[in-house]
């Protein structure tokens, strides 16, 4: 299977920048593409940014105009810029691609597949 190496993660003043890479082991063959994840202490898991195979990105009302996903299919890695970091950006990153799951409804949704790696820490200070 796919495994991921998660880098780039640090430690940057309040207003800073960082670059977090995501080095995977192959490629990506799902429409739903890649996924960014946040996982703050304490706190649940959640998706802050995501871009499909042809492109299409999305991003969480917390991070949007803050943060930018973008990929380099050649190399197989996948990256989030984030500007104007803030002190709840603090936390845990990790990438994982997403796979489509049928909702009750019958409606089809992207979700993490779920073979989480170890991530990379982010801790912004003000």
């Known amino acids: 299977q796919v495994h991921f190496e998660e880098s780039g993660g640090g430690s940057v003043q309040a207003g800073g920048s960082l670059k977090l890479s995501c080095a995977l082991s192959?490629?990506?063959?799902?429409?739903?593409?890649l996924g960014w994840y946040f996982q703050a202490p304490g706190k649940e898991r959640e998706e802050v940014s995501s871009?499909?195979?042809?492109?299409?990105?999305t991003y969480a009302d917390s991070v949007k105009g803050r943060f930018s996903i973008s990929q380099d299919k050649a190399k197989n890695t996948y990256y989030l810029q984030m500007n104007s970091l803030k002190v709840e950006d603090t936390g845990v990153y990790y990438c994982?691609?997403?796979?489509?799951?049928?909702?009750?409804?019958?409606?089809?949704?992207?979700?993490?597949?779920?073979?989480w790696g170890q991530g990379t820490q982010v801790a912004v200070s003000s």
């Open positions: 871009i499909t195979l042809d492109g299409t990105t």
């Open positions: 994982a691609t997403r796979t489509w799951v049928r909702l009750t409804s019958g409606r089809t949704t992207c979700r993490p597949l779920g073979d």
């Open positions: 192959g490629p990506i063959f799902t429409s739903c593409g």
